[in-house]
């Protein structure tokens, strides 16, 4: 298949969007939109960084790549819209394959009634595939890390540290419990999509998507609002047979692990109960795991609270690329 056939055999021949003008076949797309605001992101994925061929298959990644990029929409409370998809192709993927990696992100496109209506596509080098993302938030309601105040209730949807757990098994083939629930978590997170938009209904709400583990955004929340964020080592949720994993293990996944695409978020306590309402309309766990106070001199700290009430300071630390 050339670049050109290639092309025909993605592209949808309709659109679920009303609002695209022109998708896939010109020089740009074109899509019009009056009165919302408009939220757009882009993430990479790279063969060997992101995704191995022995831990994931074609469909897993495309898949987890819209999702993981959706997940940065719902971070801002936007409603997902459209993607456009650059892919840079090796030798080494055969045309099934490739075509098995937009059937993942065409299945999940459909849960979010996403348009695909752009891309770019260049071979040679190592498999990489970027997304970018574009979706809507009513005016003025974007939600963002800076938004933190004192005596804010710091939460979390779902439970932490399963992708990190799926990838071990995946990478390290033994007797373990739940094994496909933890793989499944790896290669198809979920999304709180649902959840992050009914969150609309608050004054004001805190939202960061962990990425690179739940100890890393926390930093980012408090950098970005100036202040300190105190998290319950206890609290922290997580799903059953978590504990057939050491101590360690369990430690190092919940808090480093990453890759859960989960939210973490401050609310006020006035507004708690209603978030909890609209966490039980959309079927979304949420927990309690700390709360926002005043920093220190300017020292954007995040602590950890042991069961014991022992306080330390939680390294900024997660997956982290390096710049040269
Ligand atoms: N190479 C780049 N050029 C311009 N802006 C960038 C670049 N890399 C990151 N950014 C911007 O920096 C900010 C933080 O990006 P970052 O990738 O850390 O967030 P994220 O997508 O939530 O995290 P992750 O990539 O771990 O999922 C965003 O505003 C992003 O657009
Ligand atoms: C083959 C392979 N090796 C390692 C990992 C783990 N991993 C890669 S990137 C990342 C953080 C988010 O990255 P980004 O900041 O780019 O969004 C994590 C936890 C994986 N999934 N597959
Ligand atoms: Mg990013
Ligand atoms: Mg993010
Ligand atoms: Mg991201």
Same mark, same amino acid.
């Given at each position: ?5 290639f092309?025909?055999?993605? #592209? ?9 003008? #022109?998708?896939?076949?010109?020089d ?14 882009v993430d ?5 960084v ?15 790549? /819209?999702?993981?990029?959706i997940?940065? /929409? ?5 409603i ?7 892919? =840079? ?18 299945? =999940? ?12 596509? !260049? ?7 970027? =997304? ?6 009513d ?13 804010? =209730? ?8 399963d ?21 499944q978590?790896?290669?198809?997170p ?8 009914e969150?609309?209904?608050?004054s ?12 890393s ?27 057939q ?8 996944? #919940? ?7 989960e ?19 959309t ?5 309690? !795991?700390?709360?926002i ?10 602590? /950890? ?10 390294? #900024? ?8």
């Amino acid at each position: 298949m050339n670049e050109f056939e290639f092309i025909d055999s993605i #592209k949808q021949h309709t659109y679920k969007q009303p609002s695209v003008i #022109k998708g896939v076949g010109d020089d740009a797309a074109v899509f019009r939109q009056t009165s919302r605001d408009i939220v757009t992101a882009v993430d990479t994925f790279v063969e060997g960084v992101h995704f191995s061929r022995s831990t994931m298959n074609p469909f897993h990644i495309g898949y987890r790549l /819209l999702a993981v990029n959706i997940s940065d /929409l719902s971070a801002m409370g936007a409603i997902p819209a459209f993607y456009l998809v650059s892919i =840079i192709i090796p030798d080494s993927w055969n045309n099934e394959e490739l075509a098995g990696i937009y059937q993942g992100m065409a299945e =999940i496109a459909a849960d979010y009634r996403m348009d695909l209506i752009g891309g770019d596509t !260049v071979s040679g080098g190592d498999l990489t595939l970027s =997304i970018t993302v574009i979706g809507y938030v009513d005016r003025g309601k974007a939600r963002y890390r800076s938004t933190a105040k004192n005596d804010d =209730i710091v939460f979390v949807t779902g439970t932490l540290g399963d992708s990190a757990a799926g990838f071990y098994m995946l990478n390290n083939p033994g007797n373990y419990t739940n094994e496909t629930f933890y793989h499944q978590r790896h290669r198809m997170p979920d999304m709180r999509s649902d959840f992050a938009n009914e969150l609309g209904a608050l004054s004001r709400v805190t939202l960061n998507d962990i990425s690179d583990g739940i100890a890393s955004e926390a930093h980012e929340i408090a950098e970005a609002s100036r202040i300190s964020l105190t998290i319950y080592e206890d609290k922290l949720p997580v799903s059953m047979n978590f504990n057939q994993f050491s101590a360690d293990q369990q430690h190092e996944w #919940k808090l480093y692990g990453g890759e859960d695409f989960e939210l973490l978020g401050a609310v006020s306590r006035n507004e708690w109960e209603t978030l909890q309402d609209i966490a039980a309309e959309t079927g979304t766990q949420v927990t309690e !795991v700390g709360y926002i106070d005043d920093a220190n001199d300017d020292e954007y700290d995040v602590w /950890l609270k042991d069961r014991n009430n022992h306080k330390q300071l939680l390294k #900024k630390r997660g997956y982290t690329h390096r710049s040269r």
